[in-house]
């Protein structure tokens, strides 16, 4: 549940940590303001001064025996304490209020006393003659469910404070509720709000200079991953974030450097061999057996397909090719129409719902493999077409399928199964890694799976985005 309501980037997920922090340092900080200001208005109150004769009156009560005790509580409630610093009685408070500062009172006094003491408070219900009222205090208090008489004082202006002694013995003490401290002003709400907007704009600014870099790497990473070749990133952010950049130019660099010597190695390769295949071709056709020239062409026909193959998995698959909005419908139309007429039958269900921003001489080799491929083991191919968050691209055939252990293993170049190494089925091995490679170019994935009543089905993922190029 938490994952869900947190933000999916991590600019997001950063402000809103860092703001839910301040904002609860702000509440803090405001609950500390109006406890102190609580204290402080006990402090300066006639209740604080209660406080101070309460705690000095029942210490000095649990230093006598029992029957001291109880001589010098019936002189204490015939002499009504009265501490100094009097003043009227409180006004009329909520009882929520009401209740937070008899809290106040209580841990005020409670520190004052010890440990070794239990104090705590309540509205006045002991008799009059078990309280020590202090100031000026009459005995009689109004009925709970009355008004009070004149001259009586309300009972929501007192309460009882009943400190326990260390004995186990109590002595009840009857004072004026304490008085309230001056509410906060409105000022320093709107003071605070400005500061939290004033921090939520740093906050803000200084999570998009961190989050800014990753996500041009992030991109920059995805582009190199469909073969697109990028300037270099420029190194900002901070000093871990510019290392990781400056390493992955380097590795962006290394890369391509890596790639254009091997088709360069690939390609002198495939112009130094056209020249003995070519005399090899000449000198087989003065063979008088025919058979045994026929297959011999075969072999020569197989050895500069593989070449050709070979050559354009390492140029890079049309990398020069720009990306255009592509009709998928039509490009599917276009594979029917062509392997219609070599005698495939290929037939298409569902439609894409907008073109898709695609290299579309890559893309229709990549669809023309695998629909080629159908039909050769699967005498006919069906193209099912899905658009959603993605377009996916079914080919189905109803051929006899690949084992569960070779599934991934035929993508790897020039891998054939094995009943599939003779010149009837054809084919160099580079169909399906040619076509995964587009696949990845272009964000997506292809992979291979068994249907549940025969056959198998190539499915291509492509992710419904414009590519970087």
Request: aromatic residues 4%; hydrophobic residues 40%; positive net charge.
């Amino acid at each position: 549940m938490a994952r869900r309501l947190l933000p999916d980037t991590l600019f997001g997920r950063l402000f809103v940590a860092t703001v839910g922090v301040i904002g609860a340092m702000l509440l803090v900080f405001i609950l500390l303001i109006v406890r102190e200001r609580r204290e402080l208005a006990l402090l300066d109150s006639g209740a604080g001064s209660s406080a101070n004769t309460i705690a000095e009156t029942s210490q000095y009560l649990a230093g006598l025996s029992r029957e001291e005790r109880d001589d010098a509580r019936m002189k204490l409630r015939e002499q009504r304490l009265t501490p100094d610093d009097v003043r009227p009685p409180p006004p009329r408070i909520q009882d929520e209020e009401r209740a937070a500062l008899e809290r106040a009172f209580a841990a005020h006094l409670q520190r004052h006393l010890g440990s070794e003491y239990k104090v705590s408070t309540g509205p006045p219900r002991a008799r009059r003659s078990e309280v020590i009222p202090l100031h000026a205090l009459r005995r009689d208090l109004p009925p709970p469910d009355g008004p009070p008489p004149p001259g009586i004082i309300r009972r929501d202006r007192v309460f009882d404070v009943t400190v326990t002694f260390p004995d186990g013995d109590k002595a009840i003490f009857r004072t004026f509720a304490p008085r309230s401290g001056p509410r906060l002003p409105r000022q320093i709400f709107l003071e605070l709000g400005f500061l939290a907007i004033a921090l939520g704009v740093v906050l803000y600014a200084m999570t998009r200079t961190i989050t800014r870099p990753l996500g041009d790497l992030a991109r920059a990473a995805d582009a190199v991953g469909r073969g697109a070749s990028g300037t270099p990133l420029k190194e900002t952010g901070a000093r871990e974030i510019r290392r990781a950049t400056r390493a992955f130019n380097s590795m962006q660099e290394r890369l391509r450097r890596y790639l254009d010597s091997r088709t360069q190695v690939l390609a002198a390769m495939s112009h130094d061999l056209r020249t003995p295949l070519t005399r090899l071709r000449l000198r087989v056709e003065s063979i008088d057996d025919d058979q045994l020239r026929q297959r011999l062409v075969e072999d020569l026909d197989e050895m500069s397909s593989m070449i050709r193959g070979a050559l354009g998995v390492f140029r890079g698959l049309n990398d020069d090719e720009a990306a255009v909005p592509v009709d998928i419908d039509a490009l599917a139309l276009e594979l029917q129409r062509q392997h219609a007429e070599l005698g495939g039958e290929v037939s298409i269900v569902g439609s894409a719902r907008a073109p898709y921003v695609a290299k579309p001489l890559a893309l229709k080799r990549c669809l023309g493999n695998l629909v080629q491929n159908a039909i050769r083991h699967g005498v006919r191919a069906t193209i099912q077409i899905e658009d959603g968050s993605q377009l996916i691209v079914r080919i189905l055939d109803e051929g006899p399928g690949i084992p569960e252990d070779m599934l991934e293993k035929v993508f790897e170049p020039f891998f054939r199964l094995e009943h599939s190494r003779n010149r009837d089925t054809g084919g160099t091995g580079l169909g399906l890694s040619i076509a995964r490679d587009i696949a990845q170019a272009h964000g997506g994935s292809l992979s291979l799976h068994n249907r549940q009543n025969g056959g198998l089905e190539a499915r291509l993922t492509l992710p419904r985005e414009v590519i970087s190029t």
